[in-house]
């Protein structure tokens, strides 16, 4: 069964680096989104992506985040300048062709800690 | 501010009885409801979607949909240890949002042997 992939599995970086997180979507999906979850809190909505750019973004996803399909598989995350409040699991997930009722397919998310 | 408002739990259930996880959501224009069951350390993984008044049954689950109390539920039949996880419940909200999920906390089931 095809899978969304996301790559590293955990991160550990220094407060005000650069951080690049990685995701594969299932090849023939449409709609991308990236969401949060920090430890014991709820999976939180950051981005969603389609036809290669943002279609809606939450008040997390301030002017230090961005996100790009730079080859038309890889969709990835970038947080500029890290903050200790970043630390968190990333969940890359995408949809179907069809926006309405569409179930999204998780990757295995990104562990990132900063330090 | 739209909400997805779960029970936290711990919901403590025997093995082979019925575990009933209960979720609310404000959005009267929701659209879709989905069931993610999420392990510790994990990530949500898809168990249910449901999106007409009533119920849908998959095996051991049933999910139940009210739209007009903005209720859905998950019933999950003769329980495992292994269903012990934390479910979650998302929405998919109004009609124009681009199928954002809002996610509630999650309900940690705990089946015991």
């Known amino acids: 069964e095809p899978e969304v992939t996301q790559t590293p599995s955990h991160q550990v970086t220094q407060m005000g680096q650069e951080v690049i997180l990685r995701c594969v979507p299932i090849s023939n999906h449409l709609y991308f989104y990236w969401y949060r979850q920090i430890l014991g809190q709820k999976v939180e909505f950051l981005v969603s992506?389609?036809?290669?750019?943002?279609?809606?973004k939450s008040e997390i996803f301030d002017d230090q985040f961005s996100v790009e399909r730079p080859d038309g598989s890889n969709f990835t995350l970038k947080i500029r300048s890290t903050k200790l409040e970043d630390s968190a699991m990333y969940f890359c997930?995408?949809?179907?062709?069809?926006?309405?009722?569409?179930?999204?397919?998780f990757g295995d998310g990104t562990r990132l800690s900063i330090l | 501010q739209k909400e997805v408002e779960q029970n936290s739990g711990p919901l403590s259930v025997p093995e082979g009885a019925i575990a009933s996880l209960n979720c609310t959501y404000s959005d009267r224009g929701s659209q879709s409801f989905f069931w993610y069951r999420q392990y510790s350390g994990k990530s949500p993984e898809l168990i249910m979607s449901?999106?007409?008044?009533g119920d849908k049954e998959d095996g051991r689950f049933t999910a139940q949909l009210n739209k007009a109390s903005q209720y859905v539920s998950l019933l999950i039949r003769d329980s495992q240890p292994s269903d012990s996880a934390t479910y979650l419940c998302a929405v998919n909200p109004s009609r124009d949002s681009w199928g954002k999920f809002q996610f509630g906390a999650g309900t940690q089931v705990v089946v015991t042997p």
């Open positions: 997930a995408s949809r179907g062709r069809t926006i309405s009722n569409q179930p999204q397919h």
């Open positions: 449901i999106y007409s008044n």
């Open positions: 992506f389609y036809n290669n750019e943002i279609s809606e």
